[in-house]
């Protein structure tokens, strides 16, 4: 019997042989974060290495002229008309080694969605989490975006659904092509307990009217977050290193 605990919380199959693996994402934000924020909020640093990078498996170029799309990639011989393009090279190697039943079916690289200028692009990943944990799809955490595209987000149970990890991309120019770099994260996956967004608890909320619903306890927990720091002239920092703290003792306890 597998011990979960000691089984990765996610595994990725990198079954392509261009591009770069996964990569934990970054408190620094790649090192685009401001100096400030990277040194004193840990909220923002703590956001921003939830998960893991993902990055395209090769450079392309997308163009879209508000009704169809093209693409082009590193020694295409010009732009094609984007439907539903296998990655280079690739269908032979999946063939070759899928067993006979599944020959024939290798995921798509790119595909150009219904909607107008959407594309569902593959990371030449598969992906399977540890039992009741999903993975959340979403654009790159407090990274600068792109103008000329947006992400969308998708929640994937990885532990029950076992495919190709992908992230749809809705183009916003129409002027230019639009580019992605393999050197570059194009999303970011991020572990969530399914738990965590059944309906019973999201829909366990409340809404408090007005000052008079703060009570002692609010009050003595303002006091203590905003209240005395001001006064007294505490450092910046103060509530990163309490929380860094934290964690350092939690961890050892965790590991007594």
Avoid at 102 to 115: H, M, N, V
Wanted: net charge negative.
């Amino acid at each position: 019997m597998t011990d979960l605990a000691a089984s990765p919380l996610v595994r990725f199959f990198k079954v392509t042989e261009e591009g770069r693996p996964p990569q934990r994402a970054d408190r620094a934000a790649g090192g685009t974060l401001p100096t400030r924020a990277f040194r004193y909020c840990e909220a923002v640093t703590t956001a921003a290495a939830l998960g893991w990078y993902i990055f395209p498996p090769i450079d392309f170029q997308l163009y879209w002229d508000g009704d169809e799309i093209l693409w082009t990639y590193e020694n295409a011989g010009g732009w094609f008309p984007l439907g539903a393009s296998q990655f280079p090279n690739f269908r032979t190697q999946f063939d070759d080694a899928a067993p006979e039943e599944i020959k024939g079916y290798s995921p798509t690289f790119l595909g150009a969605l219904p909607e107008p200028g959407v594309v569902q692009v593959w990371s030449g990943l598969f992906a399977r989490s540890r039992p009741g944990w999903s993975l959340l799809v979403r654009p790159p955490v407090n990274l600068p975006r792109s103008r000329g595209y947006d992400l969308f987000e998708g929640m994937v149970e990885a532990d029950r659904w076992f495919g190709p990890l992908f992230i749809n991309v809705r183009l916003t120019r129409t002027h230019a092509p639009v580019e992605f770099a393999a050197n570059m994260p194009l999303f970011q996956v991020q572990p969530v307990h399914r738990a965590s967004y059944t309906d019973e608890n999201l829909n366990s909320f409340a809404v408090e009217p007005g000052l008079s619903s703060l009570g002692p306890g609010e009050w003595s927990a303002y006091h203590e977050t905003v209240v005395w720091p001001s006064q007294n002239k505490c450092p910046h920092g103060r509530d990163a290193t309490a929380v860094r703290k934290r964690r350092r003792l939690e961890m050892a306890d965790s590991q007594n």
